[in-house]
């Protein structure tokens, strides 16, 4: 659970505000020129992005476990939702995933621009056999064009949880791993609520946000019918690992 912060942090939280909302501004546009330059730039500066944005508001991002391994035949990546913060903190640590996003988010144009150019992938997550639809077609591109389903991030509980809590996690990602024959990799993010509240409005207070990508779970020999049995066990791996301090 996030403690409250600290008056010192709150003042610096104001502070960082308008420096978060003026890095984006730059960023997005950035982001989109990038990659419309030179494919595969517009994450290159979205990281380097992140970083320098990160380092001027005190946060810093820390890294544990392997995550998605090459030659892999693509991973659904399912880490927990605390906060706007768990994006760029995935971002900083495996680049090249592609994360799966509310389709509403689309309607901001110059986020959805920027969200495009890294390969976003807009989800109708009020539709769920529209989002079904939505995901096999990802799936059919991804593999005509690599060969495998790729990297994808699926935020399992559908939205951000309040602060303090976990949400229920949704059967999509599971059933998407098990179609697709891709490993599960969860992970646990943790800090990420200190630092940016749900909510928080850009209110970025200093702090830690580590990334840890625990051991993957191959999902050969699954069919359908035991969706929710994984669904439910990796729910417990990442509140069991988000709970640590370690």
Not at 36 to 41: M, P, V
Not at 64 to 84: A, C, D, F, I
């Amino acid at each position: 659970m996030a403690s409250p912060p600290a008056p010192r942090h709150r003042v610096r939280a104001q502070v960082n505000r308008p420096l978060v909302a003026a890095g984006l501004l730059v960023l997005l546009p950035l982001v989109v020129v990038a990659e419309r330059l030179h494919r595969g730039a517009g994450r290159r500066v979205a990281r380097w992005g992140v970083a320098v944005v990160a380092f001027l508001c005190g946060v810093r991002f820390e890294r544990r476990g392997r995550g998605p391994g090459p030659g892999s035949p693509g991973v659904v990546v399912v880490p927990n939702h605390s906060s706007p913060m768990d994006i760029p903190a995935l971002l900083w640590a495996e680049p090249e995933v592609r994360f799966l996003a509310a389709a509403d988010l689309f309607r901001v144009p110059l986020l959805a621009a920027a969200m495009r150019a890294l390969g976003t992938v807009p989800i109708d997550r009020r539709d769920r056999y529209r989002a079904r639809d939505q995901l096999d077609a990802l799936v059919d591109r991804r593999r005509a064009a690599t060969g495998s389903p790729g990297d994808i991030v699926v935020f399992a509980e559908g939205g951000i949880a309040p602060a303090g809590t976990r949400l229920p996690f949704r059967s999509g990602a599971f059933s998407l791993a098990i179609r697709t024959g891709a490993a599960v990799a969860p992970v646990a993010i943790r800090g990420s609520d200190r630092v940016l509240a749900p909510r928080g409005h850009l209110l970025v207070r200093p702090g830690l946000v580590t990334v840890e990508f625990l051991e993957p779970i191959d999902t050969g020999g699954l069919t359908s019918d035991d969706r929710g049995v994984l669904r439910d066990h990796v729910r417990d791996i990442v509140c069991a690992a988000t709970a640590s301090t370690s």
